[in-house]
């Protein structure tokens, strides 16, 4: 059993070795307390340390401006599909979508429910599923309350790396799969959520960050739990937090620092999906589609030319120890992500595979 394995999984996804490591070392006894993290009181001091280095950490790798507030929400992304119109949606009836794949467009029709009459406003549907509108056609209109969309649909392997330019707008982005993953221009956002279970933790935490003008907008019948001026005003722990997943969270955030930062990183994932992307489109045996400029560096998808080889290819590569690259069944064949904790050699060892495949199938 000694054999490496490499996790593929979109998420929860795997988290770097150091970090498990570190999390093995300490579970029984966590910073001298002689008690395991997760037994003891989120209001403790030696929580609050936690907390604050968590968000810390998060300022400095992401360069958050002061005028933007940091939340730790329940409910995952799924949560903010709904706090989202809930909070922002105001006098106004409706809101812009961009809908690029799976995740949009779910966002859109949990939104839905609360624009009336059924009105929203989705723009840019992605073409064939192969590339989407430059932002300078979304058609964004003026009695919106915000525009939303996702940067990085994981499901489907779509990216937009264009930093959107709409000052007049309330702008707000799934980043799930894309924090962390590369520099972004938080100024350019109004708000950012991301559930943590990609690219910074375990699942059950969400992030989100929010400008502070946001947090005016108040609205009695919100739930408590998904109200932003609430959840603010008792620091994020309105209800007991996850607090293993903070926990866990913050060293996966000093392990980022510790190797460079998120300018590493940019790098790093570039060279790992460029890798990928050069191996499938070497050859005829494996297909993506998605244009240059949408395609993820996060999420590669891939087809095989003949689909009868998809369960011996899946066999073979678990066998390997390349694990669970099956692709979401919304779309099928092929997924692997490839997020920060995943090393280049891990990358290599996939191609390595690849390679070997076609070569005894094609
Ligand atoms: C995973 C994911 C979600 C759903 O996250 P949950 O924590 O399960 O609610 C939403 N959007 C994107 C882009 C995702 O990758």
Known sequence: MNKIIYNFSAGPSMLPQEVLLQIKHEFLNWNDTGTSIIEISHRSLDFLQVIQELEQSLRNLLCIPNEYVILFCPGGARGQFDAIPMNLLRHFHSADYINSGYWSYNAMLEAKKYCSPNNINVLSNYQNKKFVLPMKKWNIKNNTAYLHYCPNETIDGISIYEEPNFPD??????????????????????????????????????????????????????????????????????????????????????????????????????????????????????????????????????????????????????????????????????????????????????VQFMIQFEKKYG
Do not use: C
């Open 169 to 350: 707008k309330i702008v707000v982005g799934d980043f799930s799969s894309f924090i962390l993953s590369r520099k972004i221009n938080i100024k350019k956002y109004d708000l950012i959520y991301a559930s943590a279970q990609k690219n910074l933790g375990p699942s059950g935490l969400t992030l989100v960050i929010l400008k502070n003008t946001l947090l005016n907008m108040n609205n009695k019948l919100i739930p408590s739990i998904l109200n932003y001026k609430k959840l603010f005003k008792y620091q994020s722990m309105f209800n007991t937090p996850v607090t293993f997943s903070w926990y866990v969270s913050g060293l996966v955030l000093k392990w980022i620092k510790k190797n460079g930062g998120i300018q590493f990183f940019e790098k790093l994932n570039y060279q790992k999906s460029q890798l990928l992307y050069n191996t499938i489109d070497r050859s005829g045996f494996y297909i993506n589609h998605i244009h240059n400029n949408n395609r993820s560096q996060m999420n590669v998808t891939f087809n095989l030319k003949n689909p009868k080889l998809n369960n011996i290819f899946l066999k073979k590569s678990m066998e390997n120890g390349l694990k669970f690259l099956k692709g979401h069944k919304v779309v099928g064949g092929f997924r692997a992500s490839i997020y920060n904790a995943m090393p280049l050699s891990g990358v290599q060892a996939l």
